[in-house]
């Protein structure tokens, strides 16, 4: 157990404010891990005025210079991705593989995008007789969740410090460990003080004095609905620009034609990946009612196989949401093809990967976002039916289309109200703008369209 003090504060560790400890737990066991301070108000107010103080300097920094620093940055993240992957995986219970691949390879590959985008965005350009330059918003207060711990930090400081903006990050209080690595990534990548600047501690606390604080110009939020809406709240009622990256219910739309079992397959993958803590899972699976039986048991099939290698949910809290909707899932009346409400282990916030058959649209299960290894497979009759069920939800993150041809399958994704829509099993892909439509956030992440919004325009006429 070691227990951290201090907090990243204008270039160095500073003693928190209060005696205030948040106790980290590694899920797999259930043992505490560590213990981080829990930030005030007193904390977030220095922190966000050493990211006031810093970004005059910061934003008048060349393109170049801040270019080079993410580069640094990039090049120290490389070097301690074995210390990344193994504090996610001590903190957020995710499999060493993937820790290394995505949770450690991909706030590379982001902060490698943005060295790059520092370097060549045009910051300023002509139109008509207007010269129109591209500024930094001011200091941002980033608000992060767990489940991508340290993909979350970067897809928000990475195109903040590109822009010229400074940053104060209050990550979430179940995945501190990896933000603090991350801070000492900053210092040893020779970021000016007061660039970067972490304060950890409670949402309530120190995420809504973040939010709350004058001297924040644009919150950027990831997390929940329900929090973001509170968010929003404060930050339109102190005329402040926000970011909310929100919750997901996507589909994942598999058309008569479509190469069935590798649309099954990958999509069962998809929603298992990270024990299904991923906002843009394709958690509802829409067969056409000709293939349904044979999807769902191909489906059951998959997730039998994930059993063994399937890592705990981040949290006690998080398991017992995730059951409860298992348990809701079978009170309305649809049918367990794979996993349940059981804990596959003695130990650990494990939940068996789960795979429900014969949901209905309406059904809890189909409506709300459960954050845990559970798919819906649900039935449709022709396309409308499909594009229907697809769009009947608040959320719109993201969704995949599987049809015989890349025309067909393009043609279903243009009607569907989302974000984004991998077609017959597309890549990820760092520079593509990520974000919601409808209750799924305002704004987007990643790329060129994830600067942006670190940046507000000034025209001179001429
Ligand atoms: P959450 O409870 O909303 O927490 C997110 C962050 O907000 C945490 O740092 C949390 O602090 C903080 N927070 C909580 N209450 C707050 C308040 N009153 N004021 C200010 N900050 C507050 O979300 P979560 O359960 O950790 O994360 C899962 C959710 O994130 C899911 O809904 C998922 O879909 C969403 N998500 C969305 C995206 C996207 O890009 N659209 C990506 C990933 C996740 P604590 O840690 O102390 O609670
Ligand atoms: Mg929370």
């Known amino acids: 157990m070691k227990a951290h003090d201090g907090m990243y504060i204008d270039g160095a560790w500073r003693p928190a404010a209060g005696p205030g400890v948040i106790e980290v737990v590694n899920p797999a066991d259930e043992q505490v891990i560590a213990t981080v301070p829990a930030g005030t108000v007193e904390d977030v107010d220095v922190a966000v005025r050493a990211a006031r103080a810093a970004l005059p300097g910061w934003a008048a920094t060349p393109p170049a210079e801040r270019a080079a620093r993410l580069a640094a940055l990039r ?27 995505v949770h ?9 995008s943005y060295a790059e985008l520092a370097a060549t ?8 007789n207007s010269t129109v330059l591209h500024e ?3 200091v941002v207060g980033a608000i992060t969740p767990w489940n991508y711990p340290l993909h979350q930090i970067v897809a928000k400081t990475a195109p903040a410090l590109a822009a010229g903006c400074t940053v104060v990050v209050k990550p979430a209080e179940d995945t501190p460990l990896v933000a603090r690595l991350f801070a000492e990534a900053v210092h040893e990548a020779g970021i000016p003080a007061g660039v970067f600047n972490l304060v950890t501690g409670l949402g309530p606390v120190a ?6 604080h004058p001297g924040v110009d644009l919150v950027s939020f990831t997390g929940s609905t329900a929090v973001g809406r509170r968010i929003g709240a404060i930050a339109s009622g102190m005329v402040k620009k926000v970011a909310l990256e929100l919750g997901g219910k996507s589909a994942n739309v598999i058309l008569p034609g479509a190469d069935l079992a590798r649309a099954v397959n990958v999509g069962v993958a998809n929603v298992m990946s990270n024990s299904g803590q991923t906002c843009s899972a394709w958690t509802r699976m829409l067969v056409h009612h000709d293939q349904y039986d044979e999807a769902v048991e191909l489906a059951a099939a998959a997730a039998a196989k994930y059993g063994d290698r399937i890592g705990p949910l981040v949290s006690a809290t998080q398991r017992d949401r995730v059951r409860g909707y298992i348990a809701k899932g079978v009170a309305e009346g649809a049918r367990l093809a794979a996993g349940g409400p059981d804990s596959p282990h003695e130990r650990g916030y494990y939940v068996s990967p789960t795979v429900f058959a014969d949901v209905t649209p309406g059904m809890t299960i189909a409506q709300e976002e459960i954050f845990g290894p559970v798919l819906s497979v649900l039935r449709y009759t022709d396309e409308e039916d499909a594009l229907r069920i697809a769009n009947g939800t608040v959320y719109g993150l993201a969704g995949a289309v599987w049809a015989a041809d890349e025309t067909e399958a393009v043609a279903f994704a243009r009607r569907m109200e989302t974000g984004q829509v991998d077609i017959n099993g597309g890549r990820f892909n760092p520079l593509a703008p990520f974000g919601g439509y409808k209750q799924s956030g305002v704004g987007r992440e990643l790329g060129a369209h994830g600067l942006a919004e670190y940046l507000q325009t000034k025209s001179f006429q001429f």
């Open 75 to 101: 090049d120290v993240l490389v070097a301690r991705q074995d210390e990344i992957a193994e504090t996610v995986t001590a903190e957020l219970g995710s499999p060493p593989k993937l820790s290394q691949t």
């Open 104 to 112: 450690a390879g991909v706030p590379i590959a982001v902060t490698g």
């Open 207 to 212: 995420g809504q004095a973040l939010a709350e």
């Open 136 to 138: 930094p918003v001011g």
């Open 121 to 128: 965005y045009a910051f300023e350009e002509r139109t008509g």
